[in-house]
């Protein structure tokens, strides 16, 4: 009697995980996950907010759905402590879940440092896992100078109460085995093993920190994406659609204001933040009275800050919609501070100002993008900028000042032409070990 046939053992797939806390980071990245995911060497799986949706086209081998950006519950006293703990418990056992049943090889994320993404790649480098940061952002030069800045800043908002309570609080959460530290690093990328960067002068700020070898220049999907969104976004049909939905006729002058909560941001006094944002519109509608400025609200922010201007009836405050198609609609694009929104406007073309500081409360540094945008400090600047815009018969034509905006806008590509995504592909596979080539899954 013959035996069984041999069974053929399934041939060995390089697993990578793509950790990505924000659905924008997801769209960003899909067409690399795409790529990945056709080959037939190997798989993937997408760890994605809670809530997110998938963008269209997009199967990876496992979706999990992780907390990220999401508080504990509230409590007081050794209630709240417990609830701290608790938390970090149940994030610390979703990672290990998570490594059990889908056992990556690698993990590729957008950051090594920040506070979500700490814990994974922490928890990863001591599995003997690898770990590739693709770059999604740009980082200014001398980042050891703004950060350690960032860190004096959080130090003089917080005082010793505060920052006892954040040691507190990372030490309950290293108690739960969810690591995590108190102050940011300067190190941008040290937990990773290879860093994809988008050119040589973003991989010029990695070497400040890091090994040569460990740097490759490959440009980013991120590109990729903004072009395509741009190349979208310009359909004479979607602004008309947008104005109509708006209420904002075709010949009217439309900019938008991109907001963020002081308070939590900043740690800011609410009734300081609701004179200073309603001092920012009424400047706007003051000096440019044809015009709507349409407030988008940062996901995490509420209109109360905005309830002395609502009522006006040159005033549009809205939270959801598509930023590109937001941005791309506007004539003008103000930021209170650096913002994605306002990077966004570069690809877009859209003239940019930039408030680095509101009544001395310093905002989101990011040199590369303030060079590119007219960037200002106070409330007179900020008046004598709506002055200018008005004077030069905006949005017909802008002041002298915008036009230094756009010279250094280059350093917001690849290095090389043509799509970043292969290359990024093809790069990642080379750092897995596997052939540049491989028949479709």
Not at 250 to 267: M, T
């Amino acid at each position: 009697m013959k035996g069984p046939l041999p069974v053929s053992p399934e041939p060995h797939r390089a697993r990578v995980a793509f950790v990505l806390p924000r659905a924008d980071w997801i769209d960003c990245n899909a067409s690399l996950m795409s790529a990945l995911a056709a080959d037939a060497d190997v798989a993937v799986a997408l760890v994605g907010p809670e809530g997110g949706a998938i963008p269209a086209g997009l199967a990876p081998d496992q979706v999990v759905a992780y907390p990220f950006f999401t508080a504990p519950r509230s409590g007081t006293g050794i209630n709240s402590l417990g609830e701290l703990y608790r938390d970090a418990r149940v994030r610390r056992q979703a990672i290990d879940r998570f490594f059990e049943s889908f056992k990556p090889d690698c993990l590729v994320v957008i950051s090594t440092t920040s506070r979500e993404m700490l814990p994974w790649v922490r928890l990863a480098r001591n599995q003997g896992k690898r770990v590739v940061q693709l770059q999604s952002v740009f980082l200014a030069p001398n980042l050891r100078a703004h950060i350690r800045g960032e860190n004096l800043r959080l130090l003089r908002q917080r005082g010793a109460d505060g920052l006892g309570r954040l040691v507190l609080r990372r030490v309950l959460q290293a108690a739960a085995g969810l690591p995590g530290v108190v102050f940011k690093s300067s190190r941008q990328a040290a937990g990773a093993d290879r860093v994809f960067a988008i050119n040589a002068a973003q991989a010029a700020i990695y070497r400040e920190h890091m090994a040569s070898d460990r740097i490759e220049i490959t440009g980013a999907p991120l590109l990729d994406y903004l072009q395509a969104r741009v190349t979208q976004s310009a359909q004479p049909s979607n602004e008309a659609a947008l104005r109509a939905q708006w209420h904002v006729a075709p010949d009217v002058p439309l900019a938008v204001y991109v907001s963020k909560s002081l308070e939590k941001f900043c740690q800011d006094d609410p009734v300081h933040e609701r004179e200073y944002q309603a001092f920012v519109v009424r400047a706007f509608l003051d000096r440019l009275p044809e015009a709507v400025l349409l407030v988008k609200l940062h996901p995490i922010e509420d209109a109360r800050a905005f309830e002395d201007v609502a009522d006006h009836p040159r005033v549009r405050i809205i939270k959801d919609g598509d930023i590109h198609q937001i941005v791309h609609a506007a004539q003008l694009v103000i930021s209170l501070g650096t913002s994605t929104p306002a990077f966004f406007a570069v690809f877009h073309d859209r003239p940019r100002v930039i408030i680095r500081e509101a009544d001395g409360i310093p905002l989101d540094y990011q040199r590369q993008l303030l060079d590119v945008s007219v960037a200002l400090r106070t409330r007179p600047e900020l008046e004598a900028v709506f002055d200018d815009l008005r004077a030069a018969g905006w949005p017909g034509a802008l002041p002298s000042r915008f036009a230094s905006c756009g010279d250094g806008t280059r350093q917001f590509g690849a290095d090389d032409g043509g799509p970043s995504t292969p290359r990024v592909h093809l790069s990642l596979r080379r750092f897995l070990g596997l052939p540049l080539t491989c028949a479709p899954s």
